[in-house]
C-alpha cells in the first residue's frame, strides 16, 4: 500500500488503500460519453464520524488502528468537515487536498477557497481521466452537479441531498415522520408513510436527471460521472458510476 486516502463527508467517512496510479481514474475510450470500468480500490471501512460529542474519540480510535494495521503509510485527507483535521495524530505524514493543491485543471470560479474540497477532487479525476469536458454528480448529503468544460472548472449547482431532504421533511412537517430513503413504484401512495416514501423517491431522482439534462442542453453533450452514497441507484443510467471517484481524485491532488 502506498497510502491511505480518508473521504470525511458530512455523515460517514470513507477510509481506502491506493496502490498505484493504475487506479487512477479510467481514461476515456470508444464514444466520447463512454470510459473504461473502474479499477477497484480497497475500502478499509467506515470510520465512525467525528463530528459532535464522544464521537471524536471513537474516531480517532478507529483512525489509529486502520493507520497502525496499515504499516503506518502517508494519509491522504478530503475533508468537508471543519476541524477534523484536528483529530489526526500529529505523528501522522499527514496531506489535506483543497484549493491551494497543484490543480490540473484551471479554474474560473468567484472564489476558489470557497469551493469543497470533494468537488475540486471531483475535478481533478476528470482531468486525469483523459476528458476536457464532463459533469460530475455527487450524490450525497448534499446533491452537486459540477462541470468541467475545456479544461477549465466553470463552477456548478448544490442542491439538498434525495435522502437529506426526505428526512428534512419527516423531522420539520409537525404530522410527519422520516421515511427510508429507497427505490418506489410509480403507484400513488395510498397512506402517508408510502406516499412520502414514493414522492422522495421520484422528486429526488427525477431532479437529478432533469438538472443534468439541463446542464447537457446549455452546455452541450458531454460524459456524466456520478458518485456519492446514494450514486449506486444509477446505475443503470448511460453515465459512468464510480463510488471512489473522490478518493482518486484526492490522490491526483496528492501527488500520490
Not at 47 to 69: K, N, W, Y
Not at 117 to 132: E, F, H, I, K, T
Not at 226 to 231: A, E, F, H, K, P
Request: proline share 8%; charged share 15%.
Amino acid at each position: 500500500m502506498k497510502a491511505l486516502i480518508i473521504d470525511a463527508g458530512n455523515t460517514c467517512v470513507t477510509c481506502a488503500a491506493w496502490q498505484g496510479k493504475h487506479q487512477y481514474p479510467s481514461l476515456a475510450v470508444g464514444s466520447p460519453i463512454q470510459l473504461a470500468p473502474p479499477v477497484p480500490l480497497d475500502e478499509l471501512g467506515s470510520l465512525s464520524h467525528p463530528s459532535v460529542g464522544e464521537e471524536g474519540g471513537t474516531f480517532q480510535a478507529s483512525l489509529q488502528r486502520i493507520f497502525d494495521e496499515s504499516g503506518r503509510p502517508p494519509v491522504v485527507l478530503v475533508s468537508v468537515v471543519p476541524g477534523v483535521i484536528d483529530l489526526f495524530p500529529e505523528d501522522m505524514d499527514l496531506e489535506v487536498v483543497d484549493h491551494a493543491s497543484d490543480l490540473p485543471f484551471r479554474l474560473d470560479v468567484a472564489e476558489p477557497a470557497q469551493v469543497g474540497p470533494d468537488r475540486l477532487c471531483n475535478m481533478a479525476a476528470v482531468a486525469m481521466s483523459g476528458l476536457a469536458s464532463a459533469l460530475v454528480v455527487d450524490a450525497g448529503t448534499a446533491t452537486t452537479f459540477d462541470l468541467m468544460v475545456d479544461g477549465v472548472f466553470l463552477g456548478g449547482m448544490i442542491a439538498p441531498g434525495m435522502a437529506f431532504a426526505a428526512r428534512q421533511l419527516g423531522e420539520a412537517a409537525s404530522r410527519l415522520n422520516p421515511v427510508p430513503f429507497g427505490p418506489a413504484s410509480w403507484d400513488v401512495g395510498r397512506d402517508t408513510r408510502s406516499a412520502m416514501a414514493s414522492g422522495a423517491w421520484h422528486t429526488g431522482t427525477g431532479g437529478i436527471r432533469s438538472v443534468v439534462d439541463g446542464l447537457c442542453t446549455r452546455y452541450g453533450p458531454m460524459p456524466v460521472v456520478i458518485t456519492g452514497g446514494l450514486g449506486r441507484h444509477f446505475e443503470n443510467q448511460d453515465w459512468h458510476f464510480d463510488p471512489y471517484w473522490t478518493l482518486r481524485g484526492a490522490a491526483i491532488l496528492a501527488n500520490l
